[in-house]
């Protein structure tokens, strides 16, 4: 019988093991976001992906299979997206495709559980994109697309100024890269504290909460021949299953090992893998991006999407004899996250290149607000220069948010120091 303390550990450990395998594709996605919203211009966005066709939506798939597969990272390039013009159907299909149709997930999935998940994921992430075109297409309000990439725009300080210089020029100076350095860290403060909480409670969950809890949830798991109903409830449970433990869309394969070899259907470990993007911190950070109308929208869309794409999978496999057993999953219990590979050495790169901005902004700043209060003793008064973004008072939710993060903080570093302690 494991102690609190131990547990405590194995918790803290879990979290930061967790993150240290996500923060590469963290830093990734945002330099792409920032490079997007530095280099790429209104007009030439709308060009590419601002209506919903074939093309745009083909266009949008295709990007995401090249961009990164961490959610929080999908999200921010997603917003910088469509701020600069992009269809709501190919963001969102951007959004879908890099987090579904990358290559490392299909791996982890691939080592975690068979070759029938690694094929369901790739077939259900055009199944999820052709899905959620026909219920956007159905179903959007007016006004709504305009109105939440207005917000976008506003919270990215894009707003309806000048287009940037000719990206040329701008990649070739100073400058531009200032801008990119000066937006990697806007993308890093707006999400650092849900990344903070989310990543600590799913250390809490996969050490402290038993997996038959997870058995249980899903409804008359472990059934040899599943009704309809019984496939369709899992497929709606996956998502609460998903709310309660959300790591991001590759930390959460493991999990959905242990619960396929708990006896969950197909449809439900599809569900389960799909529902990263309909998760409270994700949502929380889409409301910020383009409003809760918006975001609470998109919840609807892709949770309609995400379950008729679980169910048409299962019957799918299921009419070809394809339906993996449950024998399959292979579950790794002592998973080892600070191994000497690559994810080690592109964390580095990307701690680096992260420390690198920061100081540079930091400096370039310093040096700024140094100008205008030269400016401003030269002049006998105070400058009301523009050299940096204005931001209001917090609310309350986003203060509570932050010491929420403070206390995750706060148990990740009496985790770790639980060993030192007991020596």
């Known amino acids: ?16 093991g967790l993150f240290w395998t996500a923060f590469w594709a963290f830093g990734l996605g945002y330099l792409v976001s920032s490079l997007i919203q530095v280099f790429v211009t209104r007009s ?18 295709f990007f995401g299979f090249l961009s990164s597969s961490c959610s929080f990272a999908a999200l921010s390039t997603t917003r910088s997206l469509f701020a600069k013009g992009a269809g709501l159907v190919p963001a969102l299909a951007f959004m ?18 068979s070759w ?28 709504l697309e305009e109105k939440a990439r207005e917000h976008a725009r506003e919270r990215a300080g894009d707003g309806d100024g000048d287009e940037n210089p000719d990206w040329r020029t701008l990649i070739r100076s100073p400058e531009g890269w200032l801008r990119v350095a000066r937006r990697y860290g806007m993308e890093w403060d707006m999400v650092w504290k849900d990344v903070a909480i989310g990543f600590t409670v799913a250390g809490i969950i996969a050490t402290f909460v038993p997996r038959d809890f997870f058995q249980t949830l899903f409804i008359d798991s472990g059934a040899a ?24 869309s590759m930390g959460n394969v493991p999990l959905a090992a242990v619960l396929f070899t708990n006896g969950v259907s197909f449809a439900g470990v599809m569900a389960f893998l799909f529902s990263d993007l309909v998760v409270f911190p994700v949502v929380r950070i ?25 169910v048409v ?47 540079w902004k930091r400096r370039a700043d310093r040096a700024e607000m140094a100008a205008r209060m030269d400016h401003a003793s030269g002049h006998g008064g105070m400058s009301h220069g523009h050299g940096g973004m204005s931001h209001g008072s917090p609310g309350l939710g986003d203060r509570l948010l932050f010491w929420f993060a403070m206390a995750a903080f706060a148990w990740l570093a009496g985790g770790v120091s639980v060993p030192l302690l007991a020596g």
Not at 96 to 113: C, D, K, M, R, Y
Not at 286 to 310: D, E, F, I, N, R
Request: glycine share 10%; hydrophobic share 60%; no cysteine.
């Open 1 to 16: 019988m494991k102690t609190f303390f131990t547990l405590w550990n194995e918790s803290a450990v879990t979290s930061l």
């Open 44 to 61: 030439r966005m709308k060009r590419g992906m601002g209506t919903a066709s074939a093309g745009s939506v083909a266009f949008g798939t």
């Open 96 to 113: 879908l495709s890099s987090t579904n149709l990358v290559v490392e997930l299909g791996i982890i999935i691939a080592l975690f559980l």
């Open 116 to 143: 029938q998940f690694v094929v369901g994921e790739y077939l259900g992430g055009v199944l999820l994109i052709a899905f959620m075109w026909a219920v956007v297409a159905l179903t959007l309000p007016d006004g």
């Open 225 to 248: 021949h599943p009704a309809f109903w019984q496939v369709l409830a899992q497929a709606l449970v996956g998502p609460v299953a998903a709310f309660f433990t959300f790591i991001g």
């Open 286 to 310: 889409q409301a910020g991006y383009y409003g809760w109308k918006m975001a609470l929208y998109l919840v609807g869309v892709l949770l309609l999407a995400l379950v008729a794409t679980s």
């Open 313 to 359: 999978l299962h019957y799918g496999f299921a009419a070809f004899d394809m339906l993996p057993r449950s024998t399959a999953g292979k579950i790794m219990a002592d998973r080892e996250f600070f191994a000497v590979d690559y994810t080690m050495f592109l964390d580095i790169a990307f701690a680096v290149m992260s420390g690198a901005f920061w100081l």
